[in-house]
């Protein structure tokens, strides 16, 4: 009897280890499960394929699939495949998607109107210079501070979209009295200054209107950055374009704050990691696309690129000292202003 009892208890205990045994394999393989579970974030962006901002978009989000080896997953969507590029701000802000491309000079002022400092003529001399600005002076640090936190953004990587120039159809663009009667597309509020002192006709005209309207000849002039004669063909149309640069379209990739915040703390060091390294890639490269436009203008289409310089361009210099700036003030906070125009290139 006694032998049959322990028998039985020494049974017992074996189921018993043998339960214990597998709820905890069932446990911890539940536990492997959702540490392996793959985040998940979506980038969009407006660009289409052929743009070079385009290009190193998807670089990011493959060098960040790359590195992060199944954790996180980076899909992209892009031609405006999830929102265009008015739309992105929102989009972050709500959460709607976890990472867009802002085009600064085009979302920002909308939500802090202090930002089209970024736009004004002859501001800053590189896309350097106005990083510098935006991160290293109190005025324009405190600016970008509150620009991110009013549309719950993170920065990632610089992706600019070049630096800006005039091109016309039918005027070499060499001097103040070259713009006089020219008919020109405005796309910014801060552009309309510029065009009243030189006694230009505009109108506002979206980007996608821009070929019909040169082609009728509704207008005939555009600022615009090198990459957009080429992807949209306006070189077709366009004969002549302006140095030096007057502003510099700079871009971003930003996620979206509560999103990115969530992350692990190594994944978004990994991200910023590969923000930082393509950013400076995208920032050398953009540059030395939009050279390559021009000159692309000049050899395969029978452009000509004119550099104002001398006296023309001390005139020129002198307009925006004395009539567009003014003119831009109100669209700017003066302190911010005075910083930007006090603030040294690097």
Not at 199 to 220: C, E, I, P, R, S
Request: glycine share 10%; hydrophobic share 40%.
């Amino acid at each position: 009897m006694k032998v049959e009892s322990y028998c039985y208890r020494l049974r017992a205990r074996k189921v018993l280890a043998v339960v214990v045994i597998g709820i905890a394999a069932t446990i911890g393989l539940g536990s492997q499960s959702v540490v392996a579970e793959e985040i998940v974030g979506r980038l969009s962006y407006h660009w289409g394929p052929t743009h070079t901002a385009a290009g190193y978009a998807l670089q990011f989000a493959e060098e960040v699939n790359k590195r992060a080896a199944g954790r996180l997953r980076i899909d992209v969507y892009p031609s405006g495949q999830l929102f265009g590029i008015k739309e992105i701000v929102g989009a972050l802000k709500a959460g709607s998607v976890e990472i867009g491309a802002i085009i600064g000079i085009v979302g920002f002022p909308t939500v802090v109107k202090d930002f089209n400092i970024a736009s004004f003529p002859g501001m800053f001399a590189s896309l350097e210079h106005q990083r510098s600005f935006f991160q290293d002076s109190a005025e324009g640090r405190a600016l970008w501070d509150e620009t991110l936190a009013k549309t719950n953004t993170s920065l990632l990587m610089y992706d600019p979209v070049g630096p800006v120039l005039t091109c016309s159809v039918n005027s070499k663009l060499d001097s103040i009295e070259s713009y006089k009667g020219l008919k020109a597309r405005r796309l910014f509020g801060t552009e309309k200054p510029l065009w009243k002192a030189l006694g230009v006709d505009y109108q506002k005209l979206g980007t996608k209107g821009v070929y019909t309207a040169l082609q009728t000849g509704m207008v005939n002039t555009v600022n615009t950055v090198p990459n957009g004669v080429r992807a949209y063909s306006w070189w077709e149309f366009l004969k002549y374009c302006q140095l030096p640069y007057q502003s510099y379209a700079d871009s971003y990739l930003m996620a979206n704050s509560d999103w990115f915040n969530g992350l692990p703390q190594d994944l978004r060091n990994m991200i910023l990691e590969v923000g930082q390294e393509l950013g400076e890639v995208a920032t050398r490269g953009i540059m030395d696309a939009s050279a390559k436009v021009l000159e692309e203008f000049k050899s395969e289409h029978g452009g000509t690129v004119t550099i104002m310089q001398g006296e023309a361009k001390a005139e020129f210099d002198q307009l925006l000292k004395d009539k567009v700036f003014p003119a831009l003030a109100d669209m700017v906070s003066p302190g911010v202003l005075k910083a930007a125009q006090n603030h040294p290139a690097p």
